[in-house]
């Protein structure tokens, strides 16, 4: 008999009023189980009245408050999205009162204080360890007044990170030129664009979404062109840096009052690197030892760019400007390595590759996918798919939804990334809640003759980005809390960098290849190419990563009472990365890290390639489609979640300590 997967535990049909409605009943229900634990007795206060109340309050609602909080970012309708920002700050608000409550923290801590945590199972005493850690981080310890203050800067907070990402999503600038002004753009990308007729004269409408500006900087011409777009995609959303600098100001606030040094120094207590001085340490090395090889990344493509402008009888300037980057690095691999990425794209039609991506990780991993049909598969628009997820080595049970949304549409959310929207738990009646995550993208859209096409960093992001929904697809915690990629924030793009190794692997490459028109797989010499340019450019590339973090831990270390974001990320810019700014740009506006969940945590990108190369290139490179050493990989890294710490789950999977070694030799390029 066919086994029947569960309905999807999330309604993605839900109205407008349905997210107030929902929000409403989701506080209510908190509200009411918080009162009743606050109100126990002295007596009644043990670990079994309480623990178990809160824990199942925390895995039933979970997924309801993810999915209320994301139609923000993903639904067409805007009613929907108004209603989702809404109700994110209402429960967002109501949050920090009850993470607050002084009575709340006082039956926890009794509880503790009484509970000898050796006695309990290994997930229930983290869960009761970590519990009071986060009533503490909430400054319940502190006088009251310090509370109330406490409690008003992050209610502050939380509004603004929210009204920033909102003004983020929703960008709608776009930049005009004439075909002239396009010129080395074919007629494929012409084709998608709106255009407008301006004095009698054509123009077309580029927006700010990656589609329309990678392109251009990679492939136009025309300097002009590529400095405009350019300049306007670095200078969007300039209404945000009023907002990210009162950030930084409450965060600051916040840190003092609970007696850290910084914000930076309060988020890294709980990530694996722990301090300042160790991220500090670590990206400060880096970044000398890749100044020098950076530079001569910069020569190299100063030659190509005086080379080129001689050809086209135009002005050689001598500076690698930022709209110069993406488009002679494309020249760069087109004559030195015969990299042509318009070619390779013909290999890589979405639908396909994304077919066999699926099929590597069913292979390595033992899971079985199987697509939804579209009139079953309930969704929030027409270009969403529905998959279903099934273990198939161990017990054949249902694992989980993958929803993929994966071309751009107007108020979306403009980058790529993996919703976790619905943690898998335990049930109190033995059963497992299956998780629900959604990768979210903008990749160019099919036209009537061609299938969507991915260029190889795009079959990279997509790899990484479902790398991300696998955590969270074989993740098998007990407690919602600890499931999947709620691991320490500078492990969680471990598991992800470790997965974009595949589409630098010829067997790999092979396998995931079918040219669109023909079939053909990509033959074995652009394969090699592919492989041989990996680390073209890699100096330039992570210094680039390198400023990202530096400037994070910057602003979130400073003790300014106004930090002048502009000028530190500009100044950054051109010191760390090597290539200035364009002039009157402010790329923080748009830095949506910042106030998504990645403050004080963007150095974990480069952090953490140091167990993703480790762990690549000690189990997985002499055969990257072992199903035995994926299935350790899925047991060891994958289905823990945070149930143990990230340092505990990297020696389980490695048998030692993980080593730096492979991430220099590998990623950085040196001995």
């Keep these: 008999m066919t086994q029947s997967p569960p309905a999807p535990s999330l309604d993605f049909s839900i109205t407008a009023d349905q997210v107030a409605e929902l929000t409403k009943a989701i506080i209510a229900e908190e509200l009411a189980v918080n009162n009743e634990i606050a109100a126990l007795k002295p007596e009644d206060q043990t670990y079994e009245n309480v623990i178990p109340k809160l824990v199942r309050l925390e895995n039933t609602l979970s997924g309801q408050i993810q999915l209320v909080g994301s139609l923000s970012q993903i639904s067409p309708d805007a009613a929907v999205r ?147 777009h350019m300049t306007a995609f670095d200078s969007r959303n300039r209404e945000n840096i ?26 890294l207590e709980m990530k694996m690197a722990k301090t300042v001085e160790a991220v500090r340490s670590f990206v400060d090395d880096l970044a000398k030892k890749l100044h020098n090889p950076g530079l001569q990344d910069v020569e190299d493509l100063l030659a190509i760019k005086k080379e080129e402008k001689a050809e086209r009888g135009e002005p050689f300037d001598g500076v690698l400007n930022a709209w110069d980057t993406s488009y002679y690095q494309r020249i760069l691999l087109e004559k030195q390595y015969s990299l042509d990425q318009e070619e390779i794209k013909k290999y890589f039609s979405l639908e396909l ?32 798919q529905l998959f279903e997820c099934w273990d198939a080595v161990e017990d054949k049970s249902f694992s989980g939804y993958m929803y993929l949304d994966l071309f751009p549409r107007d108020s979306k959310y403009p980058h790529a990334a993996c919703f976790p929207l619905q943690p898998s738990y335990v049930a109190e009646d033995g059963t497992r809640v299956a998780p629900i995550a959604a990768m979210v993208a903008n990749f160019t859209k099919p036209t009537a003759d061609k299938p969507s096409l991915l260029k190889h960093d795009e079959v990279v992001t997509l790899f990484h980005e479902l790398g991300h929904v696998m955590h969270h ?11 999947g990629t709620s691991v320490e924030g500078d492990f969680v793009e471990a598991p992800s960098q470790m997965l974009e190794n595949w589409c630098f692997d010829s067997k790999s490459l092979k396998f995931l290849s079918s040219h669109f028109e023909t079939g053909e797989p990509i033959s074995d010499e652009i394969i090699d190419r592919i492989i041989k340019t990996k680390n073209v450019n890699a100096a330039l590339m992570n210094l680039r990563q390198l400023f990202f973090g530096i400037f994070d831990m910057e602003i979130h270390t400073s003790e300014e009472d106004t930090v002048d974001t502009t000028k530190t990320y500009n ?75 990230g340092m505990d789950l990297l020696i389980d999977f490695l048998g030692r300590e993980p080593s730096s070694d492979a991430f220099m030799r590998e990623d950085i390029g040196v001995q």
């Design 82 to 228: 108004e209603a989702s920002v809404t109700a994110e700050k209402e429960y967002e608000e109501f949050s920090i009162e009850q993470t607050m409550r002084h009575d709340l923290y006082k039956v926890i801590q009794g509880i503790v204080d009484k509970t000898d945590l050796k006695t309990l199972p290994a997930e229930e005493a983290r869960m009761l360890s970590k519990t009071e850690i986060s009533y503490r981080r909430n400054g319940l310890h502190l006088p009251e007044e310090k509370r109330n203050e406490f409690k008003e800067l992050r209610k502050r907070l939380s509004e603004v990170c929210i009204e920033y990402m909102k003004n983020w999503s929703r960008e709608n600038s776009t930049v005009k030129f004439t075909k002239e002004e396009l010129e080395g753009m074919d007629d494929d990308f012409l084709g998608g664009l709106a255009t407008e007729e301006e004095d009698g004269v054509k123009k077309y409408v580029l927006t700010m979404k990656y589609p329309d500006v990678r392109p251009v900087l990679k492939l136009c011409k025309n300097e002009n062109t590529r400095k405009v």
């Design 242 to 267: 009023v907002l990210l600098e009162e950030a930084i100001r409450l965060r600051r606030q916040c840190a003092k009052i609970l007696g850290y040094k910084s914000h930076a120094d309060f988020v």
């Design 353 to 384: 590759t994304i077919q066999k991506m699926l099929e590597i990780y069913e292979r390595v991993l033992g899971l079985k996918f199987v697509k939804v049909p579209a009139d079953k598969a309930v969704v929030w628009h027409p270009d969403v």
């Design 473 to 483: 697809l074989c993740s098998r915690t007990k407690f919602a809390r600890f499931h």
């Design 571 to 645: 100044d950054l810019r051109e010191k760390i990365s090597l290539v200035k700014a364009p002039e009157g740009s402010c790329g923080q506006a748009s830095f949506g890290h910042l106030m998504g969940g990645y403050d004080a945590g963007y150095y974990g990108y480069m952090w953490s390639k140091v167990f993703s190369s480790d762990m690549f290139f000690t189990k997985f490179e002499a055969d990257t489609l072992s199903s035995e050493t994926g299935y350790s990989y899925r047991k060891c890294i994958l289905e823990k979640g945070s149930s143990k710490d």
